[in-house]
């Protein structure tokens, strides 16, 4: 018997997740935009374990702290709308600094995967959507067979999808580079879209 019931419809259920746009897309779009493919591949190396960690999680029972103790689920939604905000500001702040010799550099693979990471575990909503997957797919009983499969279908999914979305984007950046004010104008964009979704997580 297979331990993931319907798997088709999981698959989807995750794509569809990854399709809507978020801090998690924000930041592997970006980090494509300014330092190239490198760079969007080790954001998408963070949002893929920072997957990994909420699976496991909601796999150790952690839906059930947070089911019972509110006070859990909003500090850890301040602590996001925080993190967010701030990066946001910084993204928005160093738009002058973009042309500049010492912001060619790129960030170390390390540092660009923490920073997706952070992204991802700040971010209720990925929590609370592998807790919700787990009940709705996994078929009793939850046996370490059914939390490779769920891995290896998620991680799979989120990195096809996310690696097109390094090649997209990488290819639209080489294009817009001959317009002057496009990266400029991208990246103020994306801060004020961080922003947003730091006050969304907040209000909703």
């Not at 374990?49 to 029972?61: I, K, Q, T």
């Not at 923490?114 to 807790?131: E, G, Q």
């Not at 990246?187 to 909703?204: E, M, N, P, W, Y």
Request: a positive charge; proline letters at 6%; charged letters at 10%.
């Amino acid at each position: 018997m297979q331990p993931i019931d319907q798997p088709g419809s999981f698959i989807l259920a995750v794509l569809v997740f990854q399709m809507i746009p978020g801090p998690g897309t924000l930041t592997i779009l970006r980090a494509t935009a300014n330092h190239g493919v490198r760079a969007g591949f080790a954001s998408v190396a963070g949002t893929l374990l920072g997957g990994l960690l909420c699976m496991l999680a909601a796999a150790s029972g952690l839906e059930a702290v947070f089911r019972g103790q509110p006070e859990a689920t909003q500090a850890l939604k301040w602590a996001g709308s925080l993190y967010l905000a701030w990066m946001g500001w910084r993204m928005v702040a160093q738009v002058g600094e973009l042309h500049a010799p010492q912001a060619q550099a790129a960030p170390g693979f390390g540092r660009l995967l923490r920073n997706s990471l952070a992204i991802s575990l700040t971010n209720p909503k990925v929590l609370l959507f592998y807790f919700a997957l787990l009940p709705l797919f996994v078929r009793p009983p939850f046996t370490a067979m059914s939390l490779a499969t769920m891995v290896g279908i998620v991680t799979g999914t989120s990195l096809l999808y996310q690696g097109g979305l390094v090649l997209a984007g990488n290819s639209v950046m080489r294009r817009l580079r001959t317009l002057p004010s496009a990266r400029s104008t991208a990246q103020r964009l994306a801060g004020v879209a961080f922003i947003g979704f730091a006050v969304k997580l907040l209000v909703f």
